[in-house]
Nanobody, 124 residues
Framework: QVQLVESGGGLVQAGGSLRLSCAAS????????MGWFRQAPGKDREFVAL????????GYADSVKGRFTISRDNAKNTVYLRMNSLTPEDTAIYYC?????????????????WGQGIQVTVSS
C-alpha cells in the first residue's frame, strides 16, 4: 500500500511554468514505477509521463515531449513533473500514480495507486 499526495498546481499564464510534486508514503518508494496522468473536462484520463524505479528511463506523451520533465528523488520519496511552455491545452487535473509492475506502462489500467489529483489551469 502507498499513499500519494500531489502539490504544486495552480493558475499560470500561457508560456509559464509549474513544478508538480507527488509525495509518497507507505511502501518503499523505490519499488514503484511512477507516472503522471491528466484529465481535462469532458475528456478521458490521459498519460503524460512515467519514470522507472531508479530513474534510468523516462517516457512522455507526444503532446508534452520537450516541454515536460519527470524526475524522482527516492531519498525524499517524491516524484516531480516540471512543466514548461504551458498552453491552455495543458489545463487539467493532474494525477500521480504508482505501479508495482516492473515494466513501465502508459495505460492508466496498469497503475495500482493514485493520488487525489491537483488542478492546473493555464490562462491564455
Amino acid at each position: 500500500q502507498v499513499q500519494l499526495v500531489e502539490s504544486g498546481g495552480g493558475l499560470v499564464q500561457a508560456g509559464g511554468s509549474l513544478r508538480l510534486s507527488c509525495a509518497a508514503s507507505g511502501r518503499t518508494f523505490s519499488t514503484f514505477v511512477m507516472g503522471w496522468f491528466r484529465q481535462a473536462p469532458g475528456k478521458d484520463r490521459e498519460f503524460v509521463a512515467l519514470i522507472t524505479r531508479n530513474g534510468g528511463y523516462t517516457g512522455y506523451a507526444d503532446s508534452v515531449k520537450g516541454r515536460f520533465t519527470i524526475s524522482r528523488d527516492n531519498a525524499k520519496n517524491t516524484v516531480y513533473l516540471r512543466m514548461n511552455s504551458l498552453t491552455p491545452e495543458d489545463t487539467a487535473i493532474y494525477y500521480c500514480a504508482a505501479t508495482t509492475r516492473p515494466i513501465p506502462v502508459r495505460s492508466s489500467l496498469g497503475y495500482d495507486y493514485w493520488g487525489q489529483g491537483i488542478q492546473v489551469t493555464v490562462s491564455s
